[in-house]
């Protein structure tokens, strides 16, 4: 196994639907970059981010609101889709 299949398999995609953030590395293999273009994309505020003392994590709910991924929570809980007849579809 390679050191980027290693490192992308330590991140399941799950991790993004049960954590409430992820380091910098693990959101970089979840959008398919590299680290260096993961931290330059924080630094120009593509990528949401907070830091905590030294240490920068990416918050799973702005990363997913940015990616237009729901989670199964809000997704249950939002009304169905009309048609433009006003019927549910």
Do not use: C, F, W
Not at 24 to 35: E, F, H, I, P, Y
């Amino acid at each position: 196994m390679t050191a980027t299949a290693r490192k992308k398999a330590r991140v399941p995609a799950k991790a993004l639907m049960e954590e409430l953030t992820v380091r910098v590395d693990d959101a970089a293999a979840l959008l398919g970059l590299s680290r260096h273009g993961a931290y330059a994309a924080i630094r120009e505020g593509q990528i949401p981010s907070i830091r905590i003392g030294r240490a920068i994590r990416v918050p799973t709910a702005q990363l997913r609101a940015m990616l237009g991924i729901e989670t199964r929570q809000a997704a249950a809980s939002s009304p169905p889709a009309n048609d433009v007849d006003g019927r549910s579809m």
